[in-house]
Every structure is written in C-alpha cells, then in structure tokens.
C-alpha cells in the first residue's frame, strides 16, 4: 500500500512540474497527453489488424489442428478491433450528444480579477 501512495504522489509530481516551474501549462501538458493517447489509439488499432491478417496467414498455410490455432488469433484479432472501433464510436457518439465540436481539451477558465469592481 505504501508503494502505491509513494508511486503516485511521484507521479503526481512528474505532471505538475513543468507547470510549476512555468515552463508548460495545463493544456499544453493535456495536449501533449491527448497526441500520445490518438497516437496509441492508431497503433494499437494497426496492431489488431496485423494479429488478424497473421492468424489469416496461419489459418491458409497450415493444416490440421493448426488450422485451429490461426482460427483463434483471427478470432482474438476481430474481437480488438470490433472493441477498439466501438469504443471510438461511443465517444463519437457523446461528442456529438454533448455538443462538443473540438477536439482540443476542455479546461475551464480561471478566476479573471476585474480592476473597478468592488465586492
């Protein structure tokens, strides 16, 4: 348990510096977060498409219960990429629901101080 607190406040610290030390902000950090994220998304959806066309290759080349093996990994390579694509579909599907048209990260402003107002 001790490890886990200890790795995320570590954590934790490793986000927040360059924002502390003014060199980044929040959205250039939730920026570079979201590119790595769309970047991943792409490549593991590349990913399954290769498991599957492996598992095609392995099904056509092999004979006997080997067959069955390429089966499967065709099987498995389907499964990904119907769960990957459903997913992107459901956030499609919120963004539209919700109205959200960019695709930049949403942070909300901060307390703006007016110089002539009184409180």
Known sequence: MRNIIINSVLASAVVALPALA?????????????????????????LAIVI???????????????????????????????VMVSIWGIIRLLQTTF????????????VQYQPGYNF
Do not use: C, H
């Open 22 to 46: 003014s060199a980044q902000t929040l959205q250039n950090t939730l920026g570079t977060i979201s590119g790595l994220l769309n970047g991943a998304i792409g490549l593991f959806i590349t």
């Open 52 to 82: 599957f066309f492996w598992g095609l290759i392995k099904y056509l080349m092999s004979v006997g219960d080997e067959k069955a093996a390429g089966l499967q990994i065709m099987f498995y390579g389907v499964i990904a990429i119907f």
């Open 99 to 110: 109205r959200v048209t960019g695709t930049g990260p949403i942070v909300p402003q901060g």
